[in-house]
């Protein structure tokens, strides 16, 4: 209304430069969509690409931080301590699985059985206990929050 206010009350150029904006990105968006359409139309997974893909146990530097939080460390200390296994991890050319016990408890005491149960399983195991642990959090990948989310935009589009 703001923009309307002090304008004559009959047709005035004023108000029509804003329309050419709004169909354009009407046009643009309808032209996306059905790209988007066609590429997922003819989408083939490559389930081994994908299996390659969530098997770095780097992807669960959060959750192994989120675990030392829950443990009792105070969060920054609990990033650092990841950063810290990455960092050795990499330096050894090695995978922060495949560190050991020792090697976390000496970055942080106490905490290596922790760390060992986040990163305890295959890859698949893994990423499913990970989407599991954020089910409550609004907006977290979730399997859980994703197929809610699918649900209401299916419906909005529909």
């Known amino acids: 209304l703001t923009v309307l206010k002090g304008l004559p009350l009959t047709y005035n150029r004023d108000l029509q430069e804003d329309k050419e904006c709004v169909f354009d990105a009407a046009d643009t968006i309808r032209s996306s969509l059905e790209v988007m359409a066609r590429a997922v139309a003819s989408l083939e997974v ?14 669960l ?5 989120d675990a030392l939080v829950r ?7 609990a ?12 330096g050894a050319g090695t995978r922060i699985d495949r560190l050991s016990r020792q090697v976390w408890e000496s970055l ?4 290596g059985r922790v760390v060992e149960e986040v990163l305890a399983g295959s890859p698949v195991t893994r990423l499913k206990r990970a989407l599991h642990a954020r089910s409550s959090v609004v907006g977290a990948p979730s399997l859980s929050g994703v197929q809610k989310e699918l649900k209401q935009w299916k419906k909005r589009v529909q």
Request: hydrophobic share 50%; charged share 15%.
């Open 61 to 65: 530097a959060t959750d192994v931080a």
């Open 71 to 77: 443990a009792g460390l105070p969060f920054r200390k």
């Open 46 to 59: 490559d389930a081994g690409a994908c299996l390659y893909a969530v098997s770095s146990p780097e992807l």
């Open 79 to 90: 990033h650092q301590v990841v950063g810290a296994a990455v960092r050795h991890a990499e």
């Open 108 to 111: 942080a005491p106490g905490m």
